[in-house]
Each structure stands twice: as C-alpha cells, then as structure tokens.
C-alpha cells in the first residue's frame, strides 16, 4: 500500500463527502495523518436535523476510521524532519508544514489541495494528489453510477466549501461529473 500523508484540507474534503468507512477502502492507499492536521480539521457543514435545509458546524469525527484501520497517525520524528518542518512553516499552516515535511523525509505522497502547498511540494520533489484525484480514484475502483458521483461531488462542495480550481488536475472531470449527474 502506497503511503499517503493527508493534510487538512484534504480531510475535510474526505469526511464531508460521506462515510469515510466506505470511502476510503477502494483507494488502496495507507492514509496517514499527522497531530498538527488532527488539530486543524475540527469542523463541515451538514444539514441542520432540525431544519434540513439549514446548514449548521459538526465536529469532524474521525475515531470510527481510525478505529478501523483507515487512517493512521504520524508525527514529526527525526531531526531533519523538524528541521524542514521549521523551514516550510514559514510559508506554509502549520498542519501543511507537517506534511511536507514527513511526506519529503520518509518518500511519502501528499494529498493536498492548497495551491501553495502543492508548488512547495514540487519544488521538493514530493508526489502530490489532489482530492479530485482521491475522489475520482474511489469512482473508478467501486464503479459508481454518474448520479452517485455527482452527489459526492456536491457534498463535498456544499460541507466542505470546496470546488477544485481550473488550473487543478480534474477540474474538467468534477464539472462535468456534477452536470452529468443532475440533481
């Protein structure tokens, strides 16, 4: 299993597009998250169960995809790591820095969908994904129908307030994956 180290932004992508339980086996991948990340991803945006359509603040929960193996912790360890991390932090939030810096010391990849974050990565020589990446690799692996993609798709944009930039890897497929699902 390829080790992929999740920032933040990705995380909340991930847990707002549903269960986590299910979403993440058909990736493959051993998803790693460090404590800096777990502290900056508190919150999405769900339906309000008193009034559906409001949108009101949930705590991300993410001990039922701990618990089974879907995700694991990482943190800062050997000095060049703490040394990158003080590097990188300079430019990057702290959770990102983190990332980069384990990502690079331990030949990890990294899913991110900062813009600034993915150039400092390149400019490092680490691997990026990004969560249309993520997203469209589960579609591929389960086979999912257009309308279950689609509702996806608009989840994570209506929970997590993300809609992939232009200038994105697969910006064109999560537009068209949206219309060709409808409502």
């Not at 990340?37 to 949108?55: G, I, T, Y």
């Not at 020589?125 to 579609?139: M, N, Q, R």
């Amino acid at each position: 299993m390829l080790d992929t180290i999740v920032d933040s932004c990705c995380v909340i992508n991930l847990y707002a597009a549903g269960n986590l339980l299910t979403l993440l086996p058909p990736l493959g991948l051993r998803l790693q998250v460090p404590e800096k990340v777990l502290e900056e991803s508190l919150n999405v945006r769900q339906p309000d169960p008193a009034a559906a359509a409001k949108l009101v603040q949930r705590a991300v929960d993410l001990a039922p995809a701990f618990q089974a193996g879907l995700l694991h912790r990482c943190d800062l360890e050997a000095e060049e790591e703490l040394n990158l991390f003080i590097q990188v932090a300079t430019t990057l939030d702290d959770g990102e820095a983190a990332c980069m810096a384990i990502a690079k010391s331990r030949g990890w990849r990294l899913a991110t969908d900062d813009r600034k974050g993915r150039r400092e990565a390149g400019n490092l020589g680490v691997s990026v994904v990004t969560t249309p990446e993520l997203v469209k690799a589960w579609a591929d692996a389960t086979e999912a129908d257009e309308a279950a993609v689609a509702r996806l798709l608009r989840d994570i944009q209506d929970y997590a307030r993300f809609t992939p930039h232009r200038t994105m890897p697969l910006h064109c497929w999560w537009v068209d994956a949206i219309r060709k699902g409808g409502r």
